[in-house]
């Protein structure tokens, strides 16, 4: 064999090393969609605002638990201005509990007009942003 069919084959190995680390990155970098409810037995518990008027920019913490033992189909992007907690909880990442806050920020808000505005939410930051904002939608 010669030298440079030889260079040939391990240069195509290397690249082949390569495009498949990248392909594996990507594969477990990419959230993970949960298509049915999870059950969990949270204690319910008030709403607390940390607000001094209406600020767009008001942290808010809302904790609520209720049992989902249903399993719900859910076509995403899901619309955060009309879905249920439910629908919600398919996303990973978000929980009863975070559902809950996005709905009661909902709310108060009188509808979303950025997908952006969950970052609002008390325990949604920029971390959890990027991992649920392919799922939603305005």
């Given at each position: 064999m010669?030298?440079?069919?030889?260079?040939?084959?391990?240069?195509?190995?290397?690249?082949?090393?390569?495009?498949?680390?990248v392909?594996?990155?990507?594969?477990?970098?990419?959230?993970?969609?949960?298509?049915?409810?999870e059950?969990?037995?949270?204690?319910?518990?008030?709403?607390?605002?940390?607000?001094?008027?209406?600020?767009?920019?008001?942290?808010?913490?809302?904790?609520?638990?209720?049992?989902?033992?249903?399993?719900?189909?859910?076509?995403f992007?899901?619309?955060?201005?009309?879905?249920?907690?439910?629908?919600?909880?398919?996303?990973?990442?978000?929980?009863?509990?975070?559902a809950?806050?996005?709905?009661?920020?909902?709310?108060?808000?009188?509808?979303?007009?950025?997908?952006?505005?969950?970052?609002?939410?008390?325990?949604?930051?920029?971390?959890?942003?990027?991992?649920?904002?392919?799922?939603?939608?305005?």
């Amino acid at each position: 064999m010669s030298d440079s069919k030889r260079q040939s084959l391990i240069m195509t190995g290397i690249g082949l090393i390569i495009l498949s680390a990248v392909f594996i990155y990507f594969s477990f970098s990419q959230p993970r969609v949960l298509l049915s409810s999870e059950s969990t037995a949270e204690a319910v518990s008030s709403v607390s605002y940390e607000s001094q008027s209406t600020e767009m920019d008001t942290q808010y913490d809302v904790k609520s638990g209720e049992s989902a033992d249903e399993n719900i189909g859910v076509s995403f992007p899901i619309n955060i201005n009309t879905c249920t907690a439910q629908e919600l909880t398919a996303v990973e990442g978000i929980g009863e509990s975070r559902a809950e806050s996005i709905i009661q920020y909902r709310e108060y808000l009188g509808g979303y007009t950025s997908v952006d505005q969950i970052k609002n939410i008390k325990g949604i930051g920029e971390g959890l942003y990027e991992k649920v904002f392919p799922y939603l939608t305005v």
